[in-house]
């Protein structure tokens, strides 16, 4: 099943194409089935039932598929993504926090802030938590606390990372957490084909089973340091084949049975122009 947050657009009064400003309402759950949005009452995490109003999907706009309260995301959990770093692959995950004020959405803008030189794109692989735990028994499957699974871009200002000497200034500017564009609940993560694509181009390549770390052992080490809730992200590293994106580039992250999160790059001028324009 796939899930997701979405805004109706709200079309021109003559009906032939959507105002040059849509006016969207309050963000609402839905189903995606065979093209059609239906909406859902309540939130994803319980019941979810169906309205009985529903949309094209071309007639709405998807949102990021949860709002965190945190995103905690894992480094260096592929082999050959350790070696392209120079450092040795880890022995127990190695985990960081984004904030969630970094989040954006499909087709949002990833905004290259000016103090960088070097932004990158980083394909992964991410849940979405369904329901509240902490310290999971060895009786415990910690897949069944997850709701769903989605596309993220762990985006990096790589210069800033390398010279701050930890992870958190280079990882958490506005705009470097796009993740969406649904969640699909039926899916095993060790099965999934993560690609990366940069203005067509793949560059990133690999299967959910080369993880270092399963996403069952990820979830039981992060439980043992924090509460996770509804709606918290966790990604679970990217492969090898990152590298740097500039304004004017399209970034693609592609998981087989998810779909695609498509964001492009603009450079801050731009960003300021558009938020002059809203």
Not at 113 to 121: A, F, Q, T
Not at 237 to 263: K, Y
Request: with cysteine.
């Amino acid at each position: 099943m796939k899930l997701c947050r979405f805004q109706p657009l709200e079309f021109s009064p003559t009906g032939v194409g959507r105002s040059a400003h849509p006016v969207y309402p309050p963000p609402r759950g839905g189903i995606i089935e065979d093209g059609v949005v239906w909406e859902i009452g309540g939130n994803l995490w319980h019941d979810r039932e169906r309205t009985g109003r529903s949309w094209p999907l071309e007639a709405v706009k998807l949102l990021p598929p949860s709002v965190p309260g945190k995103i905690i995301c894992l480094g260096r959990n592929y082999i050959d993504h350790a070696t392209e770093m120079g450092v040795i692959p880890p022995k127990e995950p190695i985990i960081f926090l984004k904030p969630p004020s970094s989040v954006i959405g499909p087709e949002e803008p990833i905004v290259h802030p000016s103090i960088s030189h070097k932004v990158d794109y980083e394909g992964e692989l991410a849940l979405v938590i369904g329901r509240r735990f902490r310290h999971l028994r060895a009786s415990d499957d910690p897949l069944s606390f997850v709701l769903g699974y989605t596309c993220f871009n762990d985006v990096t200002a790589r210069d800033i990372q390398r010279s701050d000497g930890q992870w958190t200034r280079g990882k958490s500017f506005d705009t470097f957490c796009p993740f969406g564009p649904v969640l699909e609940t039926q899916l095993n993560p060790a099965d999934i084909l993560l690609e990366t694509f940069l203005n067509g181009v793949r560059k990133q390549s690999v299967r959910g089973s080369e993880m270092i770390f399963s996403v069952d052992a990820i979830m039981r080490f992060i439980a043992q340091v924090m509460t996770l809730e509804p709606g918290d992200v966790i990604a679970t590293g990217t492969p090898s084949g990152v590298g740097a994106m500039v304004a004017g580039d399209v970034v693609e992250v592609s998981i087989s049975s998810v779909g695609t999160l498509r964001n492009p790059v603009i450079g801050p001028l731009d960003a300021e122009a558009l938020e002059a324009e809203e």
